[in-house]
């Protein structure tokens, strides 16, 4: 087999010498945020539900944030599509930015947990899908068309499978292709087996369908096992070495069939760009698995300048030879090479992209490529330099305080969280910033007693609702951090959080006996003195 993009991995330390990479025209995509066109509901969620039914039309929620870099892709791309314009005329669109108010209550009600999440709703108000970021612009399009003309409930489709799957219509197959699983996986009955995917895949007649959902099968056969959780999921007649060994038979052609075809690979580019190091190993073993990598690498480093791809998924096409690259434990850097492959796809990302938006997104990515590659003296200077032309730089100064804090360097790394937060805008954003302060004084200075229980404290005051306080993602911080400070206190004699715990008492006070934010507050440890 010919690979015309690499040097294999595994056989050779040099790669990508002497191929010309193919001439791509470059699709431009407006990004100027004053030429937004979607029309998006003016009016609270409640309110927008009660417009989709008395227009009996479906509804589209988006949640986001500001700072979020694939928001930003999305906001860049997805919602700057004509397509993707003309099709809200035939929804009720609702644009829910997690700094609002009541938005960490809608989270909690609606079970969001992260940015972005976009969630197909009938005109009835029953949840139909959730549609992933990371697959290209037409194809999400075409996701979306889809969910507004079967409107049938992603967790029915799955019952469906279990039950009954020759009732599943191709189109089904499709939701459930494209479903957010990676993100909310609640439409799945408990105790499933990852086999429900393989099922499904066998049942697809189209081959994209079928392609993603046999690498969602695997997806969740590797996440089991990192996670220790595959007897868990597995049913009673399945063992985990019989998985093992099918997917050693089984998998590997099927996996060589998808990475042969262009369309394929970048169908599938969300689960094959970011989990080759994981479902790799999974498919084959010994030369097989050395030779499956260096075919992988090669697909998605050949693919990613398609002009389906916007300019931050193109740089993921690095990352799976990055990522074999450094299995070898002897490799501590780059060859010369390589290096400059990533420096010049990077500077090229760099300079295309102008708009303040869209760099959000492309910026993270090239910091995340430079890192993989570690290369974090390119890193630090590039997030530096994009401290002033960010719209959000707090999001960037915490990278840089993980960047300080990973090469030992506790002063910078924070010194750079307390001006994250301290330049960070919104009631939920300021939180959750604040709260990753608190968590890395903790970690780097635990003795700083005094800084950690006040800027501890001072989080509350910002936060004006009680409700929204324990709601959503802003309760999931709470807990997070409540639970790193009592075992931070459990190693001293003295009380230090009476202020911290009384604080969250007198919060609970003020809810209403019988909601779900007082059953969150009520979950909170709380100390003895």
């Given amino acids: 087999m010919k690979y015309c993009g690499l040097i294999g991995l595994l056989l050779l330390s040099m790669v990508l010498t002497g191929c010309t990479e193919p001439s791509v025209p470059h699709v431009e995509i407006s990004t ?19 417009r989709a039914k008395a227009d009996a039309k479906p509804l589209f929620l988006y949640w986001g944030a500001v700072w979020c870099p694939p928001c930003q892709e999305i906001k860049h791309t997805v919602f700057k599509s004509r397509r993707f314009i003309e099709q809200t005329q035939s929804f009720v669109p609702v644009y829910l930015d997690g700094d609002t108010e009541a938005a960490q209550t809608a989270g909690e009600q609606y079970g969001v947990k992260g940015y972005p999440t976009m969630i197909v709703f009938s005109s009835a108000g029953t949840e139909i899908t959730r549609i992933p970021g990371g697959i290209d612009i037409e194809r999400y399009n075409d996701i979306l068309a ?25 189109s089904q197959l499709k939701q459930l292709a494209y479903y957010s699983w990676r993100q909310d996986d609640k439409a799945l009955p408990e105790g499933y087996s990852p086999e ?7 049942l697809a007649q189209d081959k994209i369908i079928a392609s993603r959902l046999y690498m969602q099968y695997l997806y969740e056969v590797s996440a089991a096992k990192n996670h220790k959780k595959m007897i868990k999921k597995m049913t009673k007649e399945t063992t985990a070495e019989s998985i093992d060994e099918q997917l050693l038979t089984d ?41 499956l990598k260096l075919q992988w690498q090669t697909a998605i480093f050949d693919a990613r300048e398609d002009v389906s791809l916007s300019e931050a998924e193109r740089l993921s096409g690095l990352l799976p030879m990055l990522a074999f690259y450094f299995e070898d434990e002897t490799r501590t850097t780059l060859s010369e090479e390589m290096k400059k492959i990533v420096l010049d796809a990077i500077q090229y990302a760099d300079e295309i992209t102008e708009n303040s938006f869209a760099r959000q997104s492309v910026v993270n990515q090239i910091n995340y490529v430079l890192q993989e590659a570690r290369l974090l003296d390119e890193a630090k200077a590039l997030l530096t330099a994009e401290l002033d032309r960010s719209k959000s730089p707090y999001y960037f100064m915490s990278s840089l305080s993980a960047l300080a804090e990973k090469e030992g360097d506790i002063p910078t790394a924070l010194t750079w969280r307390k001006k994250a937060y301290a330049t960070s805008t919104g009631r939920a954003t300021r939180f959750q910033w604040g709260a990753s302060y608190v968590r890395a004084l903790l970690r780097m200075t635990p003795e700083d007693e005094s800084t950690i229980t006040e800027v501890a404290l001072a989080l509350f005051s910002e936060m004006k609702s009680d409700n929204e306080l324990f709601a959503g993602r802003n309760f999931r911080v709470l807990r997070s951090l409540n639970l ?46």
């Fill in 484 to 529: 790193a400070l009592h075992s931070w206190q459990d190693e001293r004699t003295v009380s230090l959080l009476t202020g911290f715990d009384q604080a969250i008492i007198h919060r609970c006070e003020a809810l209403p006996t019988d909601s779900r934010a007082m059953q969150n507050c009520k979950s909170l440890p709380i100390s003895d003195s």
């Fill in 251 to 291: 998998a590997l052609p099927v996996i060589e069939k998808i990475l042969t075809s262009k369309t394929l690979v970048l169908a599938n580019w969300d689960s094959l760009a970011y989990y080759a190091a994981d479902l790799s190993p999974l498919v084959a073993s010994g030369a097989a698995l050395a030779e």
């Fill in 196 to 202: 429900l995917f393989q099922k499904a895949s066998r």
């Fill in 32 to 50: 100027d945020p004053e030429n937004q066109t979607i029309i998006w509901f003016d009016g609270g969620v409640e309110t927008a539900f009660a």
């Fill in 146 to 170: 889809s969910a507004l003309e079967s409107i049938t409930p992603t967790a029915q489709l799955v019952e469906a499978l279990t039950e009954n799957p020759a009732s599943l219509t191709e």
